[in-house]
């Protein structure tokens, strides 16, 4: 059981930046691939990055490309979002998740940290 607990929301002007953090229990987290998803009120959850279990290939969706970074360190069980040039759409709920078999398919889920983004 992988447990994922997200930290570094909070509440932003447009145009400024945050960085997620989301630690995770166990000795394998070196071996999942790992990735941010968010929820806005009233819409889906929505993929926002994924990182591999090393860090050398990294993915966004198209509305974060440019403004978002994702990356991981290993040693100490943690991967992070960096977020700039944020805006008033960006605000959501976003999640970790933890991809074991490195197959697409995410099993291991964080709680969820709030971003807000004014205008």
């Known amino acids: 059981q992988v447990q994922l607990v997200e930290s570094g929301g909070g509440l932003v002007q447009a145009g400024g930046s945050l960085r997620l953090s989301c630690a995770a229990s166990?000795?394998?987290?070196?071996?999942?691939?790992m990735g941010w998803f968010r929820q806005a009120p009233g819409k889906e959850r929505e993929f926002v990055a994924r990182i591999t279990r090393s860090g050398s290939s990294t993915y966004y969706a198209d509305f974060v490309k440019g403004r978002f970074t994702i990356s991981r360190d290993n040693a100490k069980n943690t991967v992070y979002l960096q977020m700039t040039s944020l805006k008033p759409e960006d605000t959501a709920v976003y999640y970790c998740?933890?991809?074991?078999?490195?197959?697409?398919?995410?099993?291991?889920w964080g709680q969820g940290t709030q971003v807000t983004v004014s205008s």
């Open positions: 998740a933890a991809d074991p078999l490195r197959s697409g398919r995410y099993e291991y």
């Open positions: 166990g000795r394998t987290f070196s071996s999942y691939a």
